[in-house]
């Protein structure tokens, strides 16, 4: 059980174009997701928290136009790149937890390559 | 300073040794902690979840808390090259995680 997905696991696009990565909570509702970026041997960074049917609260740092994250379901949360640049370029990780859990469960993240 | 301060190694140990990889934090309001085990371009999986001091097993693994000192532990025994990944700790604020930097652990044949 607890198992999310992310598609797609590996993207590569040109400099200006929007990419969206799509986050999945396959066997249970995910109250809440949150989306990471994890640089090359460094910690995951928190991006943002969303809740289903809410806006997204992003961290301090973090430019909201540029990353849309949509979670308009209980099992499904995106997020855009918007005209993504070759410094966007990062591991991109989802996870998510069910009802009142502090356990977070990950999903297998995207590697993002902009050209 | 860092609320979580984990040493990122590499720690390399034998096969079959025993692993003891650690974590100091701050902020004495933490109440859960986690270990996660990160292989390279994998997303983290959940290793361990423990709330309170005191010890927790689960096969190969131990985790230890330890409240007072603000120190958590994770000990693998028997340890094997398919250990071999970051360990990362993470404690909760609200429903956030706050992580450790990670400890790459390489376990020799």
């Known amino acids: 059980g607890a198992v999310v997905s992310q598609h797609p696991s590996w993207v590569i696009c040109k400099s200006g174009t929007s990419v969206k990565i799509e986050c999945r909570s396959l066997?249970?509702?995910?109250?809440?997701m949150f989306w990471y970026r994890q640089f090359p041997k460094q910690s995951l960074m928190l991006m943002a928290t969303?809740?289903?049917?809410?806006?997204?609260?992003?961290e301090q740092g973090v430019e909201k136009d540029k990353f849309l994250i949509n979670h308009a379901s209980l099992t499904l949360s995106t997020l855009t790149v918007t005209s993504a640049h070759p410094e966007d370029s990062s591991f991109y990780i989802c996870s998510a937890t069910a009802g009142t859990g502090n356990e977070q469960f990950f999903g297998p993240g995207t590697r993002l390559t902009v050209l | 300073q860092k609320e979580v301060e984990q040493d990122p190694g590499p720690l390399s140990v034998p096969e079959g040794a025993i692993v003891s990889l650690n974590c100091t934090y701050s902020n004495s309001a933490f109440q859960y902690f986690m270990w996660y085990r990160q292989y390279s371009r994998k997303g983290p999986e959940l290793l361990m979840y423990?709330?309170s001091s005191g010890n927790k097993e689960d096969g190969r693994f131990t985790a230890q808390v330890d409240k007072s000192s603000k120190y958590i532990s994770l000990f693998i025994r028997d340890s094997q090259p398919s250990d071999s990944a970051t360990y990362l700790c993470a404690m909760n604020r609200n429903y956030q995680l706050i992580w450790g930097a990670g400890t790459k652990l390489i376990i020799k044949p």
């Open positions: 969303s809740n289903e049917g809410s806006k997204a609260t992003y």
């Open positions: 423990t709330y």
């Open positions: 066997d249970f509702q995910a109250t809440t």
